[in-house]
């Protein structure tokens, strides 16, 4: 109880004392050695590390112990039909063997908090595999992330309805990995984290957005007064938020 209290105590300064909260959060990681690269990238930004790959397991316990926050990249149907690799997840599954992979892809990545979608334009838009999901989510305690890989996805109303703590990707970084594009996405992700208090921003681990993210995203959050924060710290940021306009509705009462 006492850690709650803290947290949401620092939740509440936080939230007073930056023009707002980002959450960036590196997709795709697990198959190639240039995503070492993330490595040097600063703490807060958060790792989505893919199941069962060659190098998931050795970058999710390195991240770790640099202070990366972890999460799982769950491969998911996408309408283009695209392959999905080892841990995916497709509407011809079974409730069990669903919930099975779940759990499987869970347990590939160590230290994970939580989840997001890779691909899933497909999957995302039917209700019972998203509510197959967010029961095993909700056993493991996890958060998810909905990547909104398709304007209909099921994934958030899903989330919500099993009571699993729920964060929504607002911005890609790098569909476009030129200078220019790139910074024109930061641009926009920061002016949504001063405009509504916080915002989720989604890249991947290519040269050119390592080398950018390196270079621009620290004089750019300090220009701005945006903080860096981890994926799970805008669910308690959001907590605070909520609980303190409950307390100021309260009082005018």
Known sequence: MRRLLLG?????????????QLAIIIDDIGYRHTDEDTLSLPAGITLSVLPHTPLGRKLAEQAHAKGHEIMVHLPMQALNGKALGPGGLNNQMDEAHFKQAVADAI?????????????????????QPMQWLMEVLRGENFYFVDSVTTRFSKASSEANSFNVPLLKRQVFLDNRVDQRALSKQLATALALAKQQGQAVLIAHPYPETIEFLKHSLKPELQRQGVELVK????LTLQFAKERSNSLSDKEQL
């Open 8 to 20: 949401f105590v620092l939740a509440l300064v936080s939230l007073h004392c930056s023009a707002g």
């Open 231 to 234: 994926a799970s710290e805008l």
């Open 107 to 127: 347990k590939s990545v160590p230290y994970a908090k939580g989840s997001n979608n890779h691909m899933g334009s497909l999957l995302t838009q039917l209700d």
